[in-house]
Structure formats: structure tokens, C-alpha cells
């Protein structure tokens, strides 16, 4: 068989192959769509409240023997360190493949971090696809790899890998699912104790000492032999632009980034008389190469930010570091219009508040005409960084501190900052609004607990947000969908030193559109963009 | 005519005018010709009205998913705003196929509200401009429409049909040096 399309598209087709027993992750692009198809092509997929979450219970249907695929975008990560670091130890029974994707320029993202770093510091095998051809064949042997050496991969796409259309030549299989029966306890392998963990980490860098050695001949690094005057090594969609800008070079396209091949690039890199590194991102390879004592040619400081692409590559082949002209990003993104964050935001810019934001669709009212909140770490940053500023400021000061959240941002890490507010409440209290619309917006809307939908659109349990805040023993809780009651309850919480939460809950107008013609559409227009989201 | 060895097409817009689908249809066309295509988009933030473009490049052997600044052969625009964004990514002399083909150069979409201009209006224009686009390309019109078919709803094809072959009519595109 033979298809166009998107990295996303493939990965979740090489999972359907490999009978992906459970998909599980939190939205985040570019790594949405990815448990989305694989939900459509037939398999299991669920959304989690967060990204520990995912990889934890992934970590589980993993040590039943399971294989389980569990999607990320790259700050993901960041949430799911703990168990990876970990699980790097313990290993697994079945297949693990953890799904990193990453973000170079920040297209939808809040940083640009290089996570072929967590490969590295966690000591787990990590795969580069350069495009849709490469995540499907790649997903399928980080599978083979995982179930081998009882271990977890890591596969890292990057923006342009996931959300773009290539040709995938496959063969059509039935899905299969992996379906363990019973549980084989190993103690020694899965209880961290540190009299346990210390001979799992021995274990763990012997494995890597051996993986490492299979790598240096494996097939997932690709070599060109051309011009023996210049050798590139490259990794990810930059071997794409390399393949463009410099035909003649001879190429080392490293697959398998992590354990790095050594001996193979030592080998390149004695035939070539100029040799240099071209990678997207921090200088990974770069370092690699120098820690091994590999003399290669690095790109110049400029081209770690951002993207590469051909013009880039040229320039960097030539040494150019004149200044790049600037990129044209059009126009900015804005709240919709008929969006009900509108209402709250033009109420708060009013106001004489300082706003902690979070991360959402709402984070755009920091920009004209609003200019209303104050500052956007991480998610769930909102209420705990709100309640750092009113431990700290004087009280006339700290007074003013609101922190805005949104509902899935909420369920994803906002919980235990209510619980610090509950805690270790200010001496003025606090205020946490919830901007609830019912729905992940920013990232294409995506169920999530408190919709009571799962990831199909099928209905489970709710977690109601209010409750929880209740429950947790927050002294004052307002649910309303009326802009008044909101700044009338707004305008007490202001002065009652108690701790506060505003639920304001009234459905996103792209949802709530959506829900009205849920039907294929007729001209182009709407659907295909509108469906799609960003961060 | 004659093709350079990769045909480079820029589409623009903004959310919500069909740069995603436009390009679908475009690559898939190509695809269904028989090339080796690429296509690459950002959508990250587009339903929030924001830019939104998408490039495709087909021919024998494509390597980068993205056009190098300054070498795309087309550009297709799908909201008139975006020229300026999208301009310097066309190579001298490259061809702009917009809106100005059908309404000449107010460039007023408002104006294909016009019973005049059927079975083309505002919400399927971008069709019409895939019809123009069309005629610089080496695809045959079956593959242009089994694409259509495959990503717009069945019910109305017949009535895309007629749209898209509006577009082919429009031939005066204007080029830029
Ligand atoms: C750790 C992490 N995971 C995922 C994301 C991607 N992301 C950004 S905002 C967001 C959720 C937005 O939903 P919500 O809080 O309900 O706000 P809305 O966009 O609906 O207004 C997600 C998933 C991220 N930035 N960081």
C-alpha cells in the first residue's frame, strides 16, 4: 500500500500494525493527532489528566506484557520525567514507546527544549524520524527494540515531521492487540528500593553499553557516500534540507541518537576531510562527538534557535553569520470572536488586578486589546506562582493577585496548587478564577475528566471541578455563566482574605459550533481549520 | 510546458478559509498523478484567525518538506491580506493566483455574493482558484477531481465540478518579478 500522509498519521498506523495494546497522552502539539487517529484507525486510545499520568499507567500495561504507545509534546516530558528516569531502571515486560514531540521555533509552544537531552540524562534509546515514511518504519522498530531489550524508547518527531504529508509505503495488517493474561511479578526488577535500584542502574548502563554496540551497525543510521572533501552528519527533518541544500556531500544520517553510534561516526569523519554537524536544536551530536574526542565542524550559535531549512543549511555550510532576515509571521493569533474568555478578560483588564495566566487559549489575552495577565510559566503555574506573589508582597499588593485558569489545565496540575492554597493559604487569601469552556481548546479541543467525555466522545465519569475545590476545602466557591454574578463575586473575593474560586463556565464558541453541524462539510471553508490547534 | 524538476506551491490564508483542505487537495492530486510529494503546514494557532500557509512540492524526488525562501513557483491566496507574508517566499517571476482573477483588483470577496459569479460564491472560491491554479500544472483534471472527491463531501461534487472548471476559465494570474 501506498499513502500520503502526515507523521502523525503514521505513527498512529505503525501502532495499529504493532497491536498497540493501549495509546495514552495528554493533547499538546504537535503530538495531538497522533492518539486521535489511532483512536480512528480502531485502537485503544485515552486521554489522561496529565503527562505522569499517561506514562505511569503506560508503565503499568507495560509490565503486564502489554505494548503500549503513550504521546507527548516536548514540555510533556518535563511532567513525565519522574516515571521515565525511573522506568529506565525497571525496564518492562512488553513494549514501551514514549512519543516526544518536539517544537524547534516554538510554533505552538512556551520553550524550545532539545529533548534528545532526556535520552541522554535518562539513559533511554531515543529514535529521529525525518518524515512520515521514517515514523511509521521507526515506530515499528522502536516496538521490536523495546520488546528485545525489555527497555523503554523514546521516538522524537518535531513539528515538521508530525504535521507534514509524505508518502508511506506499508503493508495493510489487521489489528491485534496485544492482550497479556497474567501478571509475572519480579520484585527485584520493579520495587525501587535503593538496595534494589542500585544493581537496576548497573543493569541499566550494561544494557546500554550493548544497545550502543548494536547501534553502531544498525540500519537506522544511513549513510551517503559521495564527495570525500565534505561529510555531514545530520539527524531528523535537517537531513531532509541537507539532502537539498548540498547534494553532493556525503551524508551520516544518524537514526538511533541515543546511545550514540561512535564508531560509525569516528569511521565517517576519518574519511572526510571536512566534516560537520548539522542539527536542529542544541548541539546533541555536537557534544557527543566531542565527548568521544570526534573532531566534526559545529554550526554557529545563531542557528540553535529556531528551525532549519534549506536557505539555513546553505548558510551554514558557508560559515554565514551576517544577520538572517527576519521571518514573516503574519498575523498573530486572538481570542475568537464570540470566544466567553472575552468577557472575563475585559472585565480583569479593567480592574486594578495583577493576573498570574496559565497556559490556554486564554494566555492570548496577554496581547491587545486585553494586555491582562501578568505572566505564563507551565502549566498549572497560575495559582501557585499567584499565591508565591501574595506571600510576598505587601498585603495592599498581594490583594490584587488573581490567578486565571483554564478547565483541562485545571485537571492537568492545577489540583495540588489548590491544595497548597488550602494549606499554606496568604495571610490576604487568594482567588483562583476557572475559565471553564468545556473543552482543551487550544490544542483542537479535547476531552478531558471534566467534560465526562472520553477521548471518542463517548460518556464516562466527571469530575466536577467545583467539588473537587470543595472538597479540598476551599472557604468560598462561585460557579456561574453570568459576567455579573462573575464581577460582583470577583469584587468580594477582593476583600474577604479567604481563600476563592470562581468557576465562570460557559462552552467554547468553536465547540459549540462544532456541535451544531457535526456534519462533513460541503465547501472547503471551516472544518479543517478550525479543528486543528496550536500549543 | 515546461516544469523546473520539483513544482514549488505556497498556499495562504487565514483560519478558517480552507488553506489546509486547499493543500490536502493540491497533494493529493499530485500524489494521484504519480509524484513524489511533500507538503508541510503550520496550523498551530490558525482557528484563532491567525496566518495560516502550507507549502507542497511535488516532482520526481522531493527531499525538504518546506520551499526554500524564494523558489516557489505559485502562490495561492486565500485571503488577500496575506500577500505581503507570503510574497518573498516566490521566485522572480512566480505566478499569484488570488482572488483577483474572478472579482478583478478590488480584491473584494464580498463581491461574490453576486449571483454573476455562480455556481462560485465566498465560501467555495478557493476551488475556483485550484481550477486556475490547474492550468500551470503537469496533473491531469481526473486526478484534480478524485481529489476533491475524496476530501469535500460527496453530496456536492457535481456542484465543485462546476466550480473548480470556473476556475480553469480564469487564466489571467499575475506574475511577479
Ligand atoms: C505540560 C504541557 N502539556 C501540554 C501542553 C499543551 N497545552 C497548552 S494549553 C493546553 C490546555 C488548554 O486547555 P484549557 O486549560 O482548558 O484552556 P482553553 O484552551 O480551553 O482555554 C494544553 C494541553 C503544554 N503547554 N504543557
Known sequence: ?535 | MSQPAVVNIILGGIGGTGVILSSNIVADSAFLAGYDVRKSEIHGMSQRGGSVSSDVRFGEKVYSPLIPDGEGDYLVLLHPDELENNLYRLKPNGVVIDISLIVGESRNLSLLNDEKYLPVNQKNFNICLLGALSNYLPIPYECWQKAIFLNLSKKVHEQNRGVFEYGMKLTKAFSIK
Open chain 1, 1 to 535: 500500500m501506498k499513502k500520503l500522509m502526515f507523521g502523525n498519521e503514521s505513527i498512529a498506523l505503525a501502532a495499529l500494525h504493532s497491536g498497540v495494546t493501549l495509546g495514552i497522552g495528554y493533547p499538546g502539539t504537535p503530538s495531538t493527532e497522533i492518539l486521535e487517529y489511532f483512536s480512528e484507525f480502531g485502537g485503544r486510545a485515552q486521554w489522561s489528566p496529565n503527562e505522569k499520568v499517561a506514562l505511569e499507567v503506560g508503565i503499568g500495561v507495560a509490565f503486564t506484557g502489554g505494548s503500549v504507545l503513550v504521546t507527548m509534546k516536548h514540555v510533556g516530558l518535563n511532567v513525565a520525567s519522574d516515571p521515565l528516569f525511573t522506568v529506565a531502571y525497571t525496564g518492562v515486560e512488553g513494549s514501551l514507546v514514549i512519543i516526544s514531540a518536539d517544537d524547534p521555533d516554538m510554533h505552538s509552544s512556551q520553550n524550545e527544549q532539545d529533548n534528545r537531552n532526556y535520552a541522554r540524562s535518562a539513559g533511554v534509546m531515543m529514535l529521529e524520524p525525518c518524515d512520515s515514511q521514517e515514523c511509521y518504519d521507526f515506530f515499528l522498530e522502536a516496538v521490536r527494540l523495546s520488546k528485545e531489550w525489555k527497555f523503554p524508547v523514546l521516538l522524537r518527531p518535531t513539528t515538521r515531521v508530525c504535521h507534514s504529508m509524505s508518502i508511506v509505503e506499508y503493508e495493510d495488517k489487521e489489528y491485534i492487540p496485544v492482550l497479556p493474561i497474567k501478571y509475572n511479578p519480579d520484585k527485584l526488577g520493579r520495587v525501587m528500593i535503593p538496595g534494589y535500584a542500585r544493581p537496576a542502574h548497573r543493569r541499566l548502563r550494561e544494557k546500554l553499553a550493548k544497545i550502543k554496540k548494536w547501534n553502531e551497525t544498525s540500519h537506522l543510521n544511513k549513510e551517503i557516500t559521495k564527495s570525500e572533501e565534505l561529510g555531514i552528519i545530520t539527524s531528523g527533518v535537517s537531513y531532509l534540507h541537507v539532502l537539498e541544500a548540498e547534494p553532493n556531500a556525503s551524508v551520516l544520517k544518524i537514526g538511533m541518537c541515543y546511545p550514540f553510534p561512535e564508531e560509525k561516526v569516528r569511521e565517517f569523519v576519518q574519511r572526510h576531510k571536512r566534516c560537520i554537524v548539522i542539527e536542529e536544536g542544541d548541539p546533541f551530536l555536537v557534544e557527543n562527538c566531542r565527548y568521544y574526542g570526534i573532531p566534526v565542524e559545529e554550526k554557529p550559535e545563531m542557528y540553535r534557535f529556531g528551525e532549519l531549512n534549506v536557505n539555513r543549511v546553505r548558510r551554514i555550510l558557508k560559515g554565514d553569520t551576517s544577520p538572517e532576515p527576519p521571518i514573516k509571521r503574519g498575523r498573530p493569533p486572538r481570542l475568537c470572536d464570540g470566544c466567553p474568555h472575552r468577557a472575563v478578560f475585559t472585565l480583569l483588564s479593567k480592574t486594578n488586578c495583577i493576573v498570574t495566566g496559565d497556559i490556554g487559549c486564554y494566555t492570548l489575552s496577554v496581547l491587545p486589546p486585553f494586555q491582562s495577565i501578568d505572566s505564563c510559566v507551565c502549566m498549572g503555574a497560575s495559582i501557585t506562582v499567584g499565591l508565591g506573589l501574595r506571600h510576598s508582597l505587601p498585603p495592599e499588593e498581594a490583594k490584587r493577585v488573581v490567578s486565571v485558569i483554564g478547565d483541562s489545565t485545571f485537571i492537568h496540575s492545577g489540583i495540588p496548587g489548590i491544595v497548597e492554597m488550602v494549606y499554606n493559604p496568604p495571610p490576604t487569601g487568594h482567588i483562583v478564577i476557572v475559565l471553564d469552556n468545556n473543552t482543551t481548546a487550544m490544542t483542537g479541543m479535547q476531552e478531558h475528566p471534566g467534560t465526562g467525555k472520553k477521548l471518542n466522545h463517548e460518556p464516562t465519569n466527571q469530575v466536577v471541578i467545583e467539588d473537587v475545590a470543595r472538597a479540598i476545602g476551599v472557604e468560598n466557591v462561585v460557579v456561574t455563566d453570568r459576567i455579573s454574578v462573575f464581577e460582583k463575586a470577583l469584587e468580594e473575593s477582593l476583600e474577604n482574605n479567604k481563600t476563592n474560586l470562581i468557576v465562570v463556565r460557559k462552552m467554547c464558541a468553536l465547540l459549540r459550533k462544532k456541535q451544531q453541524k457535526n456534519v462533513k462539510q460541503e465547501v472547503i471553508g471551516d472544518k479543517s481549520d478550525v479543528s486543528t490547534g496550536g500549543s
